[in-house]
């Protein structure tokens, strides 16, 4: 074999061997492609559950807060009826009168 089929034979296979480097980058970077797309899907997911929980939270907190109205106004109301009972009373002593 001469310098220059040597020569030949070596490039050629350095040409096979990038060729196959560059068939394995390829498939790399469409598995990559692949895992990117799923983890924009996951993130996605989660921010949705997120948002949800978000919401569900606010719902809770103003339901709280319409639970501490309600307890305010039940004891106002037993407050208002209290008064309303001493006036009753003190019309009835007057009646009596």
Do not use: H
Request: charged share 35%.
């Amino acid at each position: 074999m001469t310098a220059e089929e040597r020569t030949i034979a070596l490039f050629s296979t350095r040409v096979r061997q990038l060729m196959l480097q560059y068939k394995r980058v390829v498939e790399e970077n469409e598995q990559l492609r692949k895992r990117l797309e799923q983890v924009e899907e996951e993130q996605k997911a989660l921010q949705e559950q997120l948002q949800g929980r978000q919401e569900d939270y606010d719902s809770l907190m103003t339901a709280k807060m319409l639970q501490v109205s309600e307890g305010d106004m039940e004891a106002a109301k037993a407050r208002l009826a209290k008064l309303v009972r001493s006036v009753n009373r003190c019309i009835t002593l007057l009646s009596e009168k």
